[in-house]
């Protein structure tokens, strides 16, 4: 799993999933929480927790991206593309028993004793991907929902908008990219197409790209040499 994340509290559930047709002191769990703004990722296959805490707290207010992995026995957290950290769970088990409901930002239930989970996320997730892929529209998507809103904030307020000429943001973590109308380009669509000599020369910044139609509609034989 990997999440992006802000947190405006040092507590809270970001990721939860337990084993329901047990019971709760023998079920399977996973969970990712900030305590006192440390990351724990933990789970229990039955046989014994894994506990990987983060080395130091993270900021409060800004957004943070985790992915939280297991193979067997063996976990790994890595924060912002930075720190990683890894840990294995006890016993000899090394299957985890969870039911296909996953839940962001709190569980409506009663949280594993083990789990460290108290109170639900005070914060905001931006994007949440499963197995490599990212969901799309994280309130339409949801089976259920409580008390979620929208969020409207940093990097793109909509009291605020970084975007001129009506651009649309596009939250990127702490960062942010500008969908321009037509007839607008620039990181802020500040300029007009029209000031732009659009034969000459263009740019590229390493995170930018041009598409255009591939006019080969069909495959050529390879030409033959003689040796």
Not at 119 to 125: K, M, N, S, T, W
């Amino acid at each position: 799993f990997e999440l992006w994340f802000m947190s405006a509290k040092p507590d809270g559930v970001i990721l939860y999933n337990v084993q329901t047709d047990v019971e709760m002191e023998k079920a399977d769990f996973l969970s990712l929480n900030l305590e006192d703004s440390y990351l724990v990722f933990r789970y229990d296959l039955g046989s014994g927790m894994a506990d990987i805490v983060s080395p130091e707290k993270i900021t409060l207010d800004v957004w943070h991206k985790v992915e939280v992995s297991r193979r067997q026995k063996q976990g790994m957290m890595i924060i912002d593309d930075i720190i990683t950290v890894t840990g294995s769970s006890q016993g000899n088990l090394n299957e985890l028993n969870l039911p296909k409901s996953l839940y962001i930002g709190g569980y409506p239930g009663d949280y594993h004793p083990s789990s460290g989970g108290t109170i639900g996320l005070r914060g905001a997730v931006q994007r949440f991907y499963e197995d490599g892929v990212r969901v799309e529209d994280l309130m339409g998507s949801a089976k259920s929902h409580k008390h979620v809103s929208q969020y409207d904030g940093i990097p793109c307020p909509s009291y605020d908008n970084p975007c001129n000429n009506a651009g649309v943001c596009l939250a990127n973590l702490n960062d942010y990219e500008c969908l321009c109308l037509e007839g607008y380009l620039g990181r802020t669509c500040d300029t007009e197409v029209s000031e732009i000599n659009t034969d000459g020369p263009v740019s590229f910044a390493g995170n930018t790209h041009h598409r255009y139609p591939n006019k080969v509609n069909s495959k050529q034989k390879c030409q033959r040499f003689n040796e």
